[in-house]
């Protein structure tokens, strides 16, 4: 009877089956959660992508990412590449191997921990690329640009390197990550702020289109330099920064920026309560910092060479990733947003030998086809070939892994009109529903 | 009058304007080409890319990539994506920092010279992976496999680390690079030959795809271990590798497999006419070579551990796109295989001031949104909207840089009915046309 599925399957070349894709599963061991040493090092994010075959360590810090995982990251991705090319972001891809020189110009290359740092064969001194502003203002140099040339917006979506003291909750800090780094140049301060503000809008869109709630709170510029910065946060207990909120105007805050217990928005005392927060992207104002040094210049109307005036933007994506399953998640099921769960649809046809099997096959057909025409579910569909096991145990591992909508092919196919079962995950519902409304359903929830 | 073409443009959001790319000119010194030792450290393809601002050296063997670098790049990212998910290739990523133990216990870590290798603060090991058979093989014996699980085909896309000697030819030899690397596992040296063979036809399949001639030759296993490997080469005079073709039979072998002077293929001897090849890509059956000391075993039928037989398979993507531009280019202006040019059509508006411009932006703007609308030339057009510049000189600089169809709105878009100005760069080939006649031209040529 798995034949008969096979059979359909097969007819159907691109139907993306559950069995095909690897997805060892590594069960956590029970007592090891009570160690306070695997507590430091593990979340509940961490936990489930481990024990769900999202992801799999490597070595403290350094992750495999397994195919779930990837096709996760890579929506990520596009929705920030959208997102960043639609303010006029160019996409580039500066090198993870940069010349040591470049950080003694800028005076960061002992002032930064974490580097990692490595010889050639010439003995000629690389750090491994955190972040890419020396690299960017070292390009500039090396041409002529006029104010007519700005703003110029360069970015990049590639993996960065830190050497952490104490790696831990998975991706949320690891040695290796994949990050959103933006740089931004302009004639003058006001072009710069003028910037400043649209990427910060850009930045709202793109967790709005994640439809997690986050805090934008000022920031302390840190090794970074510049004047001005600004933090974006997922609250989480897990969190490694601090952030007060105002009971009385509802504002968050760094709570570095707190002082004598008066909240900096609406002045009120004694309002402010603690939460911690996952920093999950930051905005910075450099000024010349960095384009002084490097003599990353423009000339002006008048002849003149000008400094420019520089803003980076970042975003941890793999962070994200993992700092979004660790805020929507159950201890036991993860939840993903929508826009990046690594299939939008689960569909479970009947065990094989039961009685709605000899049905099913044309019906999952059907169905397949159809959900695939929908826009931003095409080619996001699964099916849960395993049809050895039971439709309770496969909807229990389907919601475990939290694909944002189950269809169940149950008992009610035999009905006429034929009821599929579907489970819409995020939202917590269940209900029977005929083929026409199914799709209207699912097209509802991409394509509103 | 530019005035004008900036409302049509802002009209249409997303028109995408050439003035707006960042692409520093970089005119490399007419001298330097007769240094001996420019002349070893650049090719054609090198000096064209970075002369057009398509990559930019950041120190020898690392580049940033620019805009129009990264547009071809990511086009040729989705080709193999596409072409190795279609076999069932599963996409992960592989951590770029791995641990040395792992390399200590395969035996490659002083075989291969060209590891970076560094530590982190707690005096760890590591080396930058050039290519990822030891962590393959470890993330498989970290689960239990069933002989049911196989063939299983994991591959990635990422950037690659060889501490080379005398990095050269820009990015066809560099320090950094982008590889498309897949690893299969099968249960046993028939399915493994299998697989060798369905990946072999894809890789013939995306070369294809680029439309460039290869040759596949029998290869040295070289470092890698193993007793099979295929190498593709594209022709050119600066290749590192020497192939023979015989003149009898055609065939193209590898110089290292010739001996005395008989070709290996139709046996004739004294035929063989040598010449230079650059090496795009590799396959290796490895056997055991790698699973043995990892333990990536399955459990077979009768419940024994057995180890499981493994094949790689890498693409150098850019290398490719190098080696593509090398292949295809004359010393002045580059060609691109059509599939992964940055952009498919350059419009040329006429310049400011003429007796064409009235007329011109109703016309151009509808040929944008025409063009749009053609499947796999959507959001893949630029406008040359530096109207300041004449159409010739703008004419000049489309070929220069290779868009494979150039549409220019010359002194015919007076006439009834309209005639557009068609360069179809790739084959050499000019031809006035009327809109839906270009239309059609251009369709087809996307959509054959």
Redesign the interface.
């Given at each position: 009877m798995y034949k008969q599925l096979k059979t359909t399957v097969s007819k159907n070349g691109n139907i993306q089956k559950l069995s095909?894709?690897?997805q060892?599963?590594?069960v956590i061991p029970m007592e090891s959660q009570t160690k306070q040493k695997e507590k430091e090092i593990h979340s509940k994010s961490s936990k489930l992508m481990l024990e769900l075959g999202i992801i799999?360590q490597?070595?403290p810090g350094?992750?495999?990412?397994?195919?779930l995982?990837?096709?996760a990251?890579?929506k990520l991705t596009r929705i920030a590449d959208e997102e960043m090319q639609s303010i006029?972001g160019?996409?580039?891809?500066?090198?993870?191997?940069?010349?040591e020189k470049l950080w003694t110009l800028s005076g960061r290359v002992n002032e930064v921990?974490e580097l990692?740092?490595?010889k050639?064969?010439h003995a000629?001194s690389?750090i491994?690329g955190p972040t890419h502003e020396e690299?960017a203002c070292?390009?500039l140099s090396?041409?002529q640009h006029s104010y007519k040339d700005f703003p110029?917006i360069?970015y990049q979506i590639?993996?960065k390197?830190r050497?952490e003291?104490k790696p831990r909750l998975g991706l949320i800090r690891s040695?290796?990550f994949c990050m959103k780094d933006m740089y931004s140049f302009d004639i003058d301060y006001e072009k710069a702020m003028e910037t400043y503000s649209i990427v910060s809008d850009s930045y709202e869109n793109f967790f709005n289109i994640l439809g997690i709630e986050f805090h934008k709170v000022k920031g302390a510029a840190g090794v970074m330099g510049g004047s001005l910065s600004h933090e974006y946060h997922f609250s989480a207990e897990i969190g490694e920064d601090t952030l007060v909120r105002c009971s009385h105007c509802n504002h968050f805050t760094n709570v570095e920026l707190v002082e004598e217990n008066i909240c900096p928005i609406c002045k009120e005392k004694n309002q402010l309560i603690k939460s911690k927060g996952i920093e999950v992207g930051h905005t910075f104002f450099l000024g010349d910092r960095y384009s002084k040094p490097f003599n990353a210049n423009f000339i002006n109307k008048t002849g003149k060479n000008i400094n420019l005036q520089m803003c980076c933007f970042g975003l941890g994506l793999t962070r994200i990733l993992a700092a979004s399953i660790e805020t929507l998640s159950t201890d036991q099921e993860i939840r993903w947003p929508k826009p990046i769960a690594p299939y939008s649809v689960l569909i479970i046809p009947p065990k094989a030998g039961s009685k709605e099997e000899p049905i099913a096959n044309s019906l999952l057909e059907r169905l397949y086809h159809s959900l695939d025409n929908i826009q931003h579910v095409k080619k996001d569909i699964l099916v849960d070939d395993r049809t050895d096991l039971t439709i309770g145990r496969r909807n229990i591992q389907g919601k475990k892994m939290g694909y944002p909508f189950i269809i169940v092919l149950g008992n009610r196919i035999k009905e006429d009109p034929v009821l599929f079962e579907l489970h819409d995950v995020n939202g917590g519902i269940q209900v029977d529903l005929a083929f026409e409304d199914l799709l209207t359903y699912i097209n509802e929830a991409y394509n509103k």
């Open positions: 095909r894709i690897f060892p599963f590594n799999k490597s070595s350094c992750f495999n990412l397994l195919p995982g990837i096709r990251l890579e006029g160019q996409k580039v891809e500066f090198p993870t191997l940069i010349n921990k990692f740092k490595l050639d064969r000629h690389y491994l690299i070292e390009l090396q041409s110029l360069l590639t993996n390197f050497d003291l040695k290796q």
